[in-house]
């Protein structure tokens, strides 16, 4: 008789447990080892998914460097929560210059270290998506195209938080903020606006590119990882809900994160020199109300006369996801990224 | 060696003697044939170990410089005008890290109307920014200073921007002296930084500061700045006994030997003031010139001792506070504010109009009979601006000022169609 197959799953997730896999596949935070490059007692606002995605992809990124690794921060929530004057949270070296101009300050410092021969210390740049797709994207663009060794992280909430939750060119369509309020005929952020950052990345042809959310932080992991294991320009771009600009619940952070995923809103895949090589497939397709009704930014979607014109536009926008992305299981990409990039 | 040789020709080479580890730039005129001529040492091989790295912007230059230069390596770049504006906010944050990057300046005027020739509205532009100032003269000196550049801002951790002309300086070809590179090592130690991100010694550079510790911040910057008036004197001095030339210093008097009226200014004009006062000295008049090398930290003291005991001081500049008057003017009436020497503000050269002996020398002869109004714009043709002044009365829609202008001289066509 056939033994039937070991299944991890716990029921309703992928979420398997950690002490089931090989030591190299386990999560970098469950090592007591772990560097604790972002060090507790920060100033995040509770459920910060910005703090939480940092943690997971500089720790990853210090185990992958064996602990040789310079961070580039960019002007913004992470950077003010993180170093507010006498205090810092940062057990690596880090460097916060300006808002718009990480990505060159990595350039600069990956240009150093080439000089000096140490080749074996790394560069991480990060920023938010302000610091990303609006004042740093000419520093970014130019990190793109000339190739430096950097890894970028935007940590993309889609507004500008830390000045108090204003438009950003990755804010969506009918999203709240302080510069596109939920009033007039189109409430909220307006439609066919926004910069998609990672397809942007991809056009530079660079090494790799990747999205991630802090839902699935095991896969943010090693995405970090596969990249510091690679040269070059890289890019990862990661999904971190912000409760206070978002009006979601502090103990939802993983759950919105989870939800734009299984939505199809927020597509996560990965490409090597600018070709799709793998999606993280839908695993339980949900309709976009439920992502949209539990944040407050959508408040005015979901009224006492519900806006479900703009609501099947939002949908329609996951639905065109799936199927560019093919995020369904059934017809869902799964090159190995390994063999791409050779 | 001596040589025959451009100025960014001069400067690049002795930059390159340096031994700089990491160059970036981003190409503006008159700054291009500096970048150019480092690029090629390192392509060539000439110049290594070295990063030459052609970034989007001057904003990516001076932050490429930043990163570079807080990771222990010894950076350079070199900008103008326009390109200056751009990395402003770069170019403060620099100074407040205390990051000891030098930068070229090939000095330019800014616009709108745009305009590539030389002035000192973009040095003046970022004079408050805790980057220590120095004007060259000559090629000569330019290139001398470069090398006094780097050990001035590694020792003090501080960034250091050496002004020369744009085109009269840069693009003139002149006879140089360049070190070799024995004498420039000997001179220039390697750089040790005071703050370097290194991972065997964690550091977070670049902190957030409040009200509870940001005005100290500043003071020390002020302090580290005051420093600098004693290191540039004593720079200067050991580069004369090294090299066997006299470079650099916080300032030049020349012929203020019982001077009535002084001439104070910046930059390569102090050679046709020089003529000038030759000039006026040999018809039997008491003038004299003070050349001001250091412009930030500015040397009060010095400056107040140069000028003591003359009657009249005239401050020839290429720049000026749109609203108010003299730049340089306003430091040197701070430096004399207890002498009852009368001072004057000559404002000229702007967008490269060339300053001549002739219209000096009417200076000077209207200081001395003392008709000169305490705010001249030399050969400024009065008439020009009055007709636009009547233009923009009589006409609402009076069009762009500077295409009027061009117009009525007769410099561009008359309106199409």
């Known amino acids: 008789m056939t033994a039937p197959p070991v299944r991890f799953y716990q029921v309703g997730s992928f979420a398997v447990g950690n002490r089931l896999l090989p030591d190299d596949d386990q999560t970098v935070q469950s090592d ?80 150093a270290l080439k000089v000096k021969g140490r080749s074996d210390v790394r560069v991480v740049a990060q920023a938010g998506d302000g610091g990303t797709v609006d004042i ?34 990755a804010t969506p369509p009918a999203a709240r903020t302080a510069t596109t309020e939920a009033i007039g005929e189109e409430p909220g952020n307006v439609f066919g606006q926004g910069k998609n950052l990672p397809r942007l990345a991809m056009a530079h042809e660079i ?15 090693e995405k970090v990882e596969r990249a510091m294991r690679l040269h070059g320009a890289r890019y990862l771009h990661v999904l971190v809900p912000c409760p206070l600009g978002w009006g979601s619940a502090s103990c939802d952070t993983i759950r919105v994160a989870r939800l734009a995923k299984e939505t199809g809103l927020f597509p996560v895949f990965e490409a090597v020199h600018g070709k799709v ?56 990409i799964t090159v190995e990224p390994e063999k791409a990039e050779t | 060696m001596l040589r025959q040789i451009e100025g960014s020709r001069a400067v690049a080479e002795t930059v390159a003697l340096c031994r700089p580890e990491v160059v970036c730039a981003y190409p503006i005129s008159p700054q291009t044939h500096i970048i150019e001529a480092i690029g090629a040492m390192v392509k060539s091989g000439a110049l290594t170990p070295c990063e030459f790295i052609n970034v989007e912007s001057e904003f990516a230059a001076m932050s490429v410089s930043i990163g570079a230069s807080a990771t222990g390596a010894r950076s350079y770049t070199a900008t103008a005008s326009q390109g200056l504006l751009f990395m402003i906010e770069a ?4 100074a407040g890290l205390g990051l000891p990057i030098v930068m070229t300046l090939a000095n330019r005027a800014i616009g709108a109307p745009i305009n590539i020739w030389n002035d000192h509205s973009d040095a003046m532009a970022v004079r408050d920014s805790g980057w220590i100032q120095l004007f060259a003269e000559t090629n000569q000196e330019a290139a001398d200073l470069h090398v006094q550049a780097f050990r001035l801002a590694e020792e003090l951790s501080l960034p250091v921007m050496v002004c020369m002309d744009g085109f009269i300086l840069t693009h003139a070809v002149e006879r140089v002296e360049l070190p070799d590179q024995a004498e420039v090592d000997a001179f220039l130690p390697s750089y040790e930084p005071r703050q370097v ?3 065997d010694d964690p550091v977070s550079i670049g902190a957030m500061v409040g009200p509870e510790a940001f005005e100290e911040v500043r003071y020390l910057a002020h302090l580290r700045q005051l420093d600098a008036l004693e290191r540039i004197p004593t720079l200067a001095a050991a580069f004369d006994e090294a090299f066997g030339r006299q470079s650099g210093g916080l300032l030049h008097p020349y012929r203020t030997e019982g001077a009535e009226t002084i001439v104070v200014a910046l930059g ?97 002869a209207a200081a001395a009979r003392d008709e000169l109004d305490p705010l001249t714009f030399l050969d400024l043709e009065i008439e020009i601006v009055q007709r636009e002044r009547g233009r923009m009365t009589s006409t609402r829609r009076s069009g762009p000022s500077a295409e009027n202008i061009l117009r009525d001289l007769g410099t561009v066509a008359s309106r199409i169609g």
């Open chain 2, 91 to 94: 170019v403060y944050n620099a």
């Open chain 1, 277 to 332: 090589t793998g999606v993280s497939a839908i695993r339980h397709r949900t309709p976009v109300e439920e992502y949209l009704s539990i944040q407050t930014r959508y408040a005015h979607l979901f009224g006492e006369r519900p806006r479900t014109d703009i609501i099947s536009r939002i949908q329609s926008i996951a639905d065109r996801n799936i199927a560019e992305y093919q995020l369904l299981a059934d017809d869902a």
């Open chain 1, 136 to 169: 740093g994207f000419g520093c970014l663009s130019g990190m793109f195209e000339r190739n430096d060794d950097v890894l970028f992280i935007c940590y993309d909430n889609e507004a500008y938080m830390n000045t108090g939750v204003q438009r950003s060119g």
């Open chain 1, 207 to 221: 090494t790799y590119v990747a999205t991630a959310t802090v839902a699935d932080l095991h896969d943010l992991e």
């Open chain 2, 197 to 199: 991100l290194d991972p």
């Open chain 2, 268 to 364: 390569s004009v102090l050679g046709t003031i020089k003529d000038a006062v030759d000039a006026r000295r040999d018809a039997g008049e008491r003038v004299g010139v003070v050349g001001i090398t250091a412009f930030r930290p500015f040397p009060r003291e010095a400056v107040r001792g140069a000028l003591s005991g003359t009657h009249r001081v005239v401050v020839v500049e290429k720049a000026f506070s749109i609203g108010y008057g003299g730049v340089l003017s306003t430091d040197v009436a701070m430096a004399t504010h207890d002498s009852d020497c009368t001072l004057r503000t000559v404002v000229g050269g702007l967008g490269g109009r060339p300053i001549t002996r002739d219209s000096l020398e009417e200076v000077l």
């Open chain 1, 32 to 111: 007591p080892n772990r560097t604790n490059s972002l060090d507790s007692g920060h100033r995040a606002c509770q459920g910060c998914g910005e703090a939480l995605g940092a943690r997971y992809a500089l720790d990853a990124a210090m185990r992958a460097s064996e602990a040789r690794l310079v961070a580039v921060n960019a002007t913004g929530c992470l950077e003010v929560f993180s170093t507010p004057y006498p205090e810092t949270s940062w057990r690596i070296p880090w460097l916060h210059s300006l808002f718009g101009n990480a990505p060159a300050v990595a350039t600069g410092v990956a240009a």
